[in-house]
């Protein structure tokens, strides 16, 4: 597509259930991140993907949290049991290899 | 690790000019972004500037001065629709080339 696509773009849940949030970057870049933004914030770093090289994961804030990337393309973003504080609005972000970054709507995630 | 500090909140007059700052320290600075971010939308990519000096591209510029850490977009001939969150960014090589994002400067535009 001619941008970088996430769904859902509203996802409310219920504590202790699991989330997936899947991005859909620019087609042709290599480069895909994810952040997390909560409410009247900057944007937080989570995950970098690079080509085939393996995944930056230094900014997910707790092994409840993982991401994948696959074919190079498409990155699903995977939060297990959810907590009232993963609350926010989670952005990804694609580029040409590091590059101007280009972000997605955005997911707006709620957990009850 | 890395600074970045810019003001939370700005008002500003229609038709006016308005600047907004932005200071940093890293490590292995490559490059400093602008972002503006309208409520409940992405963020949209405004400036770059790796060199010192001012780049201007329509009614915004941006401006840096490495030695000093700083930077400030300027906007002039204000207009409504530029009431938005304005995000700086720096890379920084010595973290990957990674992106790291002020906490953002709302501006109001008023008539």
């Known amino acids: 597509g001619a941008g970088v696509s996430q769904s859902p773009s509203n996802k409310v849940t219920e504590k202790g259930k699991d989330v997936e949030l899947r991005c859909d970057p620019i087609s042709g870049h290599t480069a895909l991140y994810w952040y997390r933004q909560s409410l009247g914030q900057g944007l937080e770093f989570l995950i970098y993907f690079q080509g085939n090289s393996a995944p930056d994961k230094s900014g997910l804030p707790s092994d409840r949290f993982s991401a994948e990337r696959t074919g190079g393309s498409v990155s699903t973003l995977t939060i297990q049991r959810t907590q009232q504080e993963d609350s926010a609005v989670y952005l990804c972000?694609?580029?040409?290899?590091?590059?101007?970054?280009?972000f997605g709507a955005g997911t707006r995630l709620s957990v009850l | 690790g890395q600074n970045i500090d810019q003001p939370t909140e700005m008002t500003a007059t229609e038709g006016a000019i308005v600047q907004i700052n932005c200071t940093y320290q890293?490590?292995?600075?490559?490059?400093l972004f602008w972002y503006q971010q309208h409520a409940g939308e992405a963020p949209t990519f405004l400036s770059y500037?790796?060199?010192?000096g001012l780049e201007e591209k329509g009614r915004f510029s941006s401006f840096l001065s490495r030695s000093k850490g700083y930077s400030y977009l300027l906007l002039k001939e204000l207009q409504m629709k530029d009431s938005a969150s304005y995000l700086c960014a720096v890379r920084d090589r010595n973290a990957g080339n990674m992106l790291t994002f002020g906490g953002g400067t709302r501006l109001m535009v008023k008539p």
């Open positions: 972000a694609s580029s040409l290899s590091g590059d101007i970054q280009y």
């Open positions: 890293t490590s292995g600075f490559n490059g």
């Open positions: 500037n790796v060199l010192d």
